[in-house]
């Protein structure tokens, strides 16, 4: 494994100052020299000036958030960080590698969840490089090595988990968002340590049953709220039952024996409960009559 090394060269300024006045000292002794007709100082001064003119290629620019990362036939030999104008050897090769923020969005993966629905789901993943070395001697190509990991990642994290939860307080894609992207964006970084890759964040972006079976789970959803509707409304009217026969009680209003109380409680459960309007009857009977 190759680890990242900070190596910064020279200052650019002085470097590219010094070498132009070498290179016009070089020009004018060349001149000179052929003038009083030293041609072999001449031919010397010549080749002084081009290698002069070669070490000024020595100078390259380091951007914010960009490092260059140095290399002398193959062999690595640091990542210069400062930025600004920078001289080093003319013969290092000299790769930019961006450390900016990034993100990118996965496209829609349709894979089964813990109960084996297909699901369409997606990520937004940020990232950015930390070690640049890593970044590009441990793998072909990072970014690409990102964007195939992070969807491997939400593929394996999807079928962990439940769309919708079946127990209550078990873990589901749709209902614990914030814990999901935790265990994503871990997950992620897991598989990204080697290519010295930081993720910074990672958020499900799209998520949805597939179309095959999106229409049958809308109504499995329809009638679960159905269900639940019904039982707080059955709940709620067997509460005012019970609060008006104890105010009736205690106010003595009336005097109801069991068969009056259980028609009472029957007509009002009827009320309460019915999704239609109820339309007003005269009861001049009894159970018995």
């Known amino acids: 494994m190759i680890r990242e090394q900070e190596f910064n060269g020279g200052p650019g300024i002085p470097m590219l100052f010094l070498w132009l006045a070498l290179i016009l000292v070089s020009g004018a002794g060349t001149v000179f020299a052929l003038r009083v007709g030293q041609a072999a100082l001449a031919v ?3 080749l002084v000036a081009l290698a002069f003119i070669v070490a000024l290629c020595g100078l390259f620019m380091v951007n914010p958030n960009e490092f260059k990362v140095l290399q002398l036939f193959g062999d690595y030999v640091g990542t ?51 070690d ?55 997950e992620i970084q897991a598989r990204l340590e080697q290519a010295g890759v ?11 049953y597939a179309p095959e079976i999106a229409a049958a789970m809308l109504q499995r959803q329809q009638a679960s709220a159905v269900v639940a509707a019904r039982f707080k409304i059955v709940e709620g009217a067997v509460g005012m039952v019970e609060h008006a026969l104890e105010m009736l009680s205690q ?29 007003p009857v005269i009861n001049a009977g009894s159970l018995y009559h």
């Not at 969807?151 to 079928?159: D, G, K, M």
């Not at 109801?256 to 409680?265: G, K, T």
């Open 198 to 208: 930081n993720v910074v964040e990672a958020r499900i972006s799209h998520l949805a």
């Open 132 to 186: 640049t070395a890593e970044a590009l001697f441990n793998v072909d190509d990072y970014i690409n090595f990102v964007h195939v990991q992070s969807e491997s990642a939400i593929r394996n994290l999807a079928t962990h988990y439940a769309y919708v939860a079946d127990h209550e307080g078990e873990m589901a894609l749709s209902s614990h968002t914030a814990e999901i992207s935790v265990g994503l964006r871990d």
């Open 44 to 46: 010397v001064l010549i």
């Open 251 to 279: 106010k003595q209003i009336i005097d109801l024996d069991p068969e009056r109380r259980a028609a009472m409680v029957s007509n009002l459960l009827v009320v309460l409960c019915s999704d239609r309007h109820t339309q």
């Open 80 to 130: 210069a960080k400062l930025p600004g104008l920078r001289w080093a050897n003319p013969f290092y090769s000299k790769k930019r590698v961006s450390v900016r923020t990034r993100n990118f969005e996965t496209g829609k993966l349709k894979v089964n969840d813990k109960s084996g629905n297909p699901i369409e789901i997606a990520a937004v993943v940020v990232w950015r490089v930390v």
